[in-house]
């Protein structure tokens, strides 16, 4: 590869071929995840260590930077990426994602648009969107933020690390912040934001104790919070707030089951016919799921969803069998995205949960 500036053009190439994501290692070819494959771009060429000190040169990383490292690169006149540098086996690595401008809608990500529509339309509470990463959930978000941009007239406040997709004001006033670039670290820009008069507060992700107070206490004093956890179900994710939250006391647990609004939990899958399905599993947080919240009822709470119908709350097993009912997805990929596969061999039978 020719330098910064044969990489410029390369990933320029990839990304219109909708790349999601471009792995560069010293002395391997370049490959780029496509419809969640990884897969050999660039014929033969391999990349070197002067591509990578450039590319670190380029992004500002620390001159010989022996760890890991997240910064954002301008590529192109329209090209942003947010780079992750690492190193494996001694030799410098990069995966590249694209910072996008051009954002789906609800309804073209498949979402349940009319469901989360009701969520932001409210004035407070906390919206937790969840998935194993490369799930698709800073995609989700975005379409959030552009829903209520193009149909609400608020102060939106990112909190990012770092930053994905780029928003231009239409009714909203927007500040996007990145984590290292415009704040220290998501605790101390939350509490910062706070005095900044936001209406909606996009948290990049909620991984400790201190931000997840936080934003519950957003919430509860007039925000609408939206935030992203690394967790596979709705179930998973009540129990891994609640974790965060014990040793804050019965209070944060409280505020946790009367703020919360809801949880969409989501995981890519390959289509039949090609592309890419969102898995989902949700749940609207409303009267006796507040109770089995507060007192870590969980199973209650699955059971919820499995009798749900899809309007406000449904489990990822009953869309996987709807999905594979339907011909969207191999019944052996439904399958194997199943917590539980045996559930799944049940309820394909008809056999109800």
Not at 129 to 149: F, Q, R
Not at 160 to 179: G, K
Not at 203 to 209: K, L, Q, S, T
Request: aromatic share 4%; glycine share 10%.
């Amino acid at each position: 590869m020719d330098g910064i500036e044969g990489l410029r053009v390369w990933l320029a190439a990839a990304f219109e071929r909708q790349s999601t994501d471009v792995f560069l290692m010293e002395g391997e070819v370049p490959r780029a995840r496509i419809e969640g494959e990884v897969v050999e771009l660039g014929g033969e060429v391999v990349v070197d260590g002067a591509l990578m000190e450039a590319l670190g040169a380029a992004c500002g990383a620390p001159q010989g930077l022996a760890g890991e490292h997240d910064a954002s690169w301008l590529a192109g006149e329209e090209l942003r990426c947010r780079v992750n540098f690492y190193r494996s086996l001694g030799r410098a690595a990069a995966v590249l994602r694209p910072i996008r401008a051009v954002i789906p809608s609800l309804e073209e990500l498949g979402l349940p648009a009319g469901l989360l529509r009701s969520w932001l339309e409210r004035r407070s509470g906390l919206i937790l969107m969840t998935g194993p990463t490369g799930s698709g959930k800073s995609t989700s978000v975005a379409a959030c933020i552009d829903w209520l941009n193009r149909n609400a007239r608020r102060h939106v406040v990112t909190l990012e690390d770092p930053i994905e997709y780029l928003f231009t004001p239409v009714r909203c006033h927007i500040s996007q912040r990145e984590i290292g670039q415009d704040s220290e670290g998501f605790a101390s820009a939350l509490r910062a934001v706070l005095r900044q008069s936001p209406d909606v507060i996009f948290i990049g992700e909620i991984r400790d104790a201190v931000t997840a107070v936080t934003a519950l206490q957003a919430a509860e004093t007039g925000h609408l919070v939206i935030s992203t956890m690394h967790c596979a179900s709705v179930v998973e994710t009540l129990d891994r707030f609640a974790n965060l939250l014990a040793g804050e006391g019965p209070v944060a647990v409280q505020m946790l089951a009367a703020h919360l609004t809801g949880v969409l939990s989501q995981q890519l899958l390959p289509r039949a016919e090609g592309g890419l399905f969102a898995a989902l599993e949700y749940m609207q947080n409303e009267g006796a799921t507040r109770k089995w919240i507060l007192e870590h009822r969980h199973a209650e709470l699955l059971d919820h969803m499995h009798r749900g119908d899809g309007e406000t709350r449904i489990s990822l097993l009953a869309a996987l069998v709807r999905a594979a009912r339907d011909g969207v997805l191999a019944p052996e990929v439904a399958r194997a995205a199943c917590p539980r596969p045996a559930d799944f061999d049940r309820a394909m039978r008809g056999i109800s949960h």
